[in-house]
Protein backbone atom coordinates (compact mmCIF):
# COMPACT_ATOMS: atom_id res chain seq x y z
CA UNK A 1 0.00 0.00 0.00
CA UNK A 2 1.30 3.09 -1.08
CA UNK A 3 1.85 6.30 1.27
CA UNK A 4 -1.07 7.57 0.05
CA UNK A 5 -3.40 4.99 0.30
CA UNK A 6 -2.81 4.40 4.01
CA UNK A 7 -3.31 8.22 4.48
CA UNK A 8 -6.49 8.36 2.40
CA UNK A 9 -7.79 5.26 4.97
CA UNK A 10 -6.67 6.99 8.10
CA UNK A 11 -10.02 8.04 9.91
CA UNK A 12 -10.05 10.51 12.68
CA UNK A 13 -12.01 9.87 15.85
CA UNK A 14 -12.98 11.40 19.00
CA UNK A 15 -12.06 9.38 22.09
CA UNK A 16 -14.44 9.77 25.09
CA UNK A 17 -14.72 8.04 28.71
CA UNK A 18 -17.78 6.41 30.67
CA UNK A 19 -16.59 5.40 33.71
CA UNK A 20 -12.99 3.72 33.55
CA UNK A 21 -13.79 2.61 29.93
CA UNK A 22 -13.11 4.51 26.57
CA UNK A 23 -14.68 4.63 23.37
CA UNK A 24 -14.45 6.19 20.74
CA UNK A 25 -16.82 7.86 17.63
CA UNK A 26 -16.27 9.02 13.47
CA UNK A 27 -15.29 13.06 14.10
CA UNK A 28 -17.61 13.73 11.18
CA UNK A 29 -20.82 12.71 13.57
CA UNK A 30 -20.03 15.06 15.82
CA UNK A 31 -20.92 19.11 15.61
CA UNK A 32 -19.77 20.27 19.16
CA UNK A 33 -18.90 19.83 22.45
CA UNK A 34 -20.52 21.47 25.34
CA UNK A 35 -20.89 21.29 28.89
CA UNK A 36 -23.25 19.30 30.92
CA UNK A 37 -27.02 21.62 30.64
CA UNK A 38 -29.57 19.93 32.96
CA UNK A 39 -32.47 18.27 30.90
CA UNK A 40 -35.72 18.39 31.00
CA UNK A 41 -37.30 15.33 31.88
CA UNK A 42 -39.65 13.87 29.67
CA UNK A 43 -42.54 11.26 31.09
CA UNK A 44 -42.51 8.07 30.34
CA UNK A 45 -39.25 8.52 28.06
CA UNK A 46 -36.64 5.15 28.59
CA UNK A 47 -34.05 5.02 30.89
CA UNK A 48 -31.05 5.89 28.70
CA UNK A 49 -32.88 9.30 27.97
CA UNK A 50 -31.79 12.17 30.20
CA UNK A 51 -34.68 14.55 28.66
CA UNK A 52 -34.33 17.59 26.30
CA UNK A 53 -32.52 20.83 26.17
CA UNK A 54 -32.37 23.83 24.41
CA UNK A 55 -29.64 24.28 21.94
CA UNK A 56 -29.87 27.76 20.20
CA UNK A 57 -34.05 27.24 19.73
CA UNK A 58 -33.90 23.41 18.68
CA UNK A 59 -35.34 20.60 21.30
CA UNK A 60 -32.20 18.76 21.72
CA UNK A 61 -32.87 15.00 23.22
CA UNK A 62 -30.11 13.61 26.07
CA UNK A 63 -29.04 10.32 25.63
CA UNK A 64 -27.13 8.79 28.49
CA UNK A 65 -24.63 6.78 26.94
CA UNK A 66 -24.01 4.51 29.78
CA UNK A 67 -27.44 3.82 30.90
CA UNK A 68 -27.44 3.18 26.47
CA UNK A 69 -24.73 0.54 26.49
CA UNK A 70 -25.97 -1.12 30.09
CA UNK A 71 -23.24 -0.07 32.30
CA UNK A 72 -25.01 2.44 34.30
CA UNK A 73 -26.66 6.09 34.97
CA UNK A 74 -24.72 8.70 34.86
CA UNK A 75 -26.24 11.61 37.49
CA UNK A 76 -24.38 14.37 35.47
CA UNK A 77 -22.36 17.17 37.13
CA UNK A 78 -20.27 20.15 35.87
CA UNK A 79 -17.28 18.31 34.56
CA UNK A 80 -19.64 15.64 32.27
CA UNK A 81 -20.04 16.61 28.70
CA UNK A 82 -22.58 16.42 26.06
CA UNK A 83 -21.69 15.70 22.45
CA UNK A 84 -23.67 16.85 19.91
CA UNK A 85 -23.95 14.59 17.26
CA UNK A 86 -25.82 13.54 13.97
CA UNK A 87 -27.37 10.46 14.67
CA UNK A 88 -29.93 8.27 12.83
CA UNK A 89 -30.81 11.59 10.50
CA UNK A 90 -31.10 14.01 13.20
CA UNK A 91 -29.78 15.44 16.02
CA UNK A 92 -29.03 14.39 19.15
CA UNK A 93 -26.94 15.16 22.70
CA UNK A 94 -24.77 12.17 23.71
CA UNK A 95 -24.09 12.49 27.87
CA UNK A 96 -20.44 11.63 28.86
CA UNK A 97 -17.99 11.52 31.96
CA UNK A 98 -15.71 13.57 29.24
CA UNK A 99 -13.98 13.57 25.74
CA UNK A 100 -10.53 12.53 25.85
CA UNK A 101 -8.51 12.85 22.53
CA UNK A 102 -8.83 13.07 18.94
CA UNK A 103 -6.79 9.88 17.38
CA UNK A 104 -5.98 9.03 13.53
CA UNK A 105 -6.52 5.64 13.41
CA UNK A 106 -6.74 3.14 10.23
CA UNK A 107 -9.18 0.30 9.35
CA UNK A 108 -6.39 -2.09 9.34
CA UNK A 109 -5.87 -1.25 12.70
CA UNK A 110 -9.11 -1.98 14.13
CA UNK A 111 -9.69 -5.39 15.57
CA UNK A 112 -13.35 -6.88 15.57
CA UNK A 113 -15.73 -7.39 18.56
CA UNK A 114 -15.19 -10.62 19.86
CA UNK A 115 -17.31 -13.79 19.23
CA UNK A 116 -18.48 -14.19 23.06
CA UNK A 117 -20.02 -10.31 22.68
CA UNK A 118 -23.47 -10.48 22.99
CA UNK A 119 -25.62 -9.21 19.61
CA UNK A 120 -26.58 -6.51 21.83
CA UNK A 121 -22.99 -5.56 22.30
CA UNK A 122 -21.84 -5.96 18.85
CA UNK A 123 -24.88 -4.00 17.27
CA UNK A 124 -23.05 -0.91 19.15
CA UNK A 125 -19.69 -1.56 19.50
CA UNK A 126 -18.25 -1.58 15.18
CA UNK A 127 -14.80 -2.58 16.56
CA UNK A 128 -12.09 -2.35 18.86
CA UNK A 129 -8.55 -0.54 18.49
CA UNK A 130 -6.04 -0.88 21.03
CA UNK A 131 -3.34 1.83 21.19
CA UNK A 132 -0.77 2.66 23.75
CA UNK A 133 -2.37 0.09 26.47
CA UNK A 134 -5.45 1.64 25.88
CA UNK A 135 -8.47 -0.34 24.72
CA UNK A 136 -10.85 1.50 22.48
CA UNK A 137 -14.30 0.44 21.20
CA UNK A 138 -15.84 2.27 18.02
CA UNK A 139 -19.61 2.84 18.54
CA UNK A 140 -21.60 2.58 15.53
CA UNK A 141 -23.82 5.87 16.52
CA UNK A 142 -26.67 5.00 14.05
CA UNK A 143 -27.51 1.82 16.37
CA UNK A 144 -27.68 4.20 19.67
CA UNK A 145 -31.14 5.18 18.74
CA UNK A 146 -33.79 2.42 19.20
CA UNK A 147 -36.29 1.90 15.67
CA UNK A 148 -39.72 2.87 17.53
CA UNK A 149 -37.80 5.93 19.38
CA UNK A 150 -35.92 7.04 16.47
CA UNK A 151 -39.18 7.32 14.10
CA UNK A 152 -41.16 8.72 17.08
CA UNK A 153 -38.73 11.78 17.16
Same mark, same amino acid.
Given at each position: MTEANTAAAAR? !? =?AFRIGEQEFCV? =??AVREIRGWTPATPLPRA???MKGVINLRGAVLPIIDLGARFGLRTSEPTARHVIMVAHVGGRMVGLLVDAVSDI?? !?TDEAMQPTPDVASEQVKSFVKGLFAMDGRLISLIELDRIIPETEAEAA
Open positions: E !L =ID =IMPGFIQ !L
